[in-house]
């Protein structure tokens, strides 16, 4: 594990707020990164926006549509962590789709990646394992080692500004080798997601996971719920059988009562669309109203 991600575990349960990079704009990101740091986070989610987010809702989508619109590109992104390490070294991780990485120092990849070629696109977005055909299954020999090319460049790119891992949530587990391994390479860890449906594969997962595993509370993509009503103390026993790994849970909280209530069933909270959508509301000024939230959520979990 890195032992930046180890430390975000190691006092208790963690609170892990996700925010998409660039939205409003890489000044307010990185004044957020410091704000939720100072008001406990523990561990901080960058999204690297994409035009195609699978996973994400209509908040977090609209969040990704505002940060391209701005401009805001991969090397960008990488500038503004290296900024951050300067002042901060709280954990860090960032969260993305494939081509995003298989893009990244390649423009031929890039213009097709950004177009949703699907060529490059994984069918693993549509939550049916049995859809997921692979990434690259329609590739050439030399455009797998472009895109390959593209995922080196990009993992070594992380390591070299300071972050330490990655969450790609469109990769299945099965396809997971050929990033995993390089990101081990570099000192990152490539996170593992579970859901609901995963039944028989979690302890296959789990065994195989990396820095700590994303329980995804609901189906479906990211959002508030008003209830998770998802066993998440089972999907958690059954990660602890496999391996002594934390295990975070995501998707659906908003508010302190199910932050508590999904902590005391594991090692700690994901929360992203509630805060994306304060940042929405308020703009380049989120960052207190922001931190106030992360304050009262880390709060919800600290004695637990």
Request: aromatic fraction near 6%; proline fraction near 4%; charged fraction near 25%.
């Amino acid at each position: 594990m890195n032992d930046n991600v180890r430390r975000a575990f190691a006092n208790g349960k963690a609170f892990i707020p996700f925010v998409t990079a660039g939205d409003p704009d890489l000044e307010t990101t990185e004044r957020l990164v410091y704000a939720m740091e100072e008001a406990g986070a523990d561990l901080i989610e960058l999204g690297i926006p994409f035009s195609d987010p699978t996973a994400e809702g209509p908040v977090i989508q609209a969040a990704n549509e505002r940060a391209l619109s701005g401009g805001v590109t991969t090397d960008m992104i990488f500038d503004m962590v290296v900024r951050i390490r300067k002042k901060t070294d709280v954990p860090m991780v960032f969260m993305t789709y494939a081509n995003v990485v298989y893009a990244y120092g390649n423009e031929a990849v890039r213009a097709s990646a950004r177009k949703g070629d699907p060529a490059l696109l994984s069918k693993s977005g549509s939550g049916n394992d049995a859809e997921a055909s692979g990434v690259k299954a329609n590739l050439s020999a030399d455009d797998k080692k472009a895109v390959t090319g593209g995922t080196r460049r990009f993992m070594e790119k992380m390591r070299q500004v300071g972050m330490d891992g990655l969450i790609l949530p469109d990769v299945p587990f099965e396809e997971k080798g050929e990033f995993a391994g390089i990101a081990a390479e570099n000192g990152l860890d490539f996170i593992s997601l579970i859901a609901p449906t995963s039944h028989e594969r979690i302890a296959d997962i789990a065994k195989d996971a990396q820095g700590f595993v994303y329980c995804v509370s609901s189906l479906g993509v990211t959002g508030m719920r008003d209830t998770i009503t998802t066993d998440i103390g089972a999907m958690v026993r059954l990660v602890k059988e496999a391996q002594d790994i934390p295990a975070a849970v995501g998707f659906g909280i908003s508010n302190p009562a199910q932050a508590r209530k999904m902590a005391s069933q594991s090692d700690g909270v994901i929360v992203g669309s509630a805060i994306v959508r304060m940042i929405a509301e308020h703009g380049r000024d989120a960052a207190a109203p922001v931190a106030e939230y992360v304050r009262s959520m880390k709060d919800a979990v600290r004695d637990l």
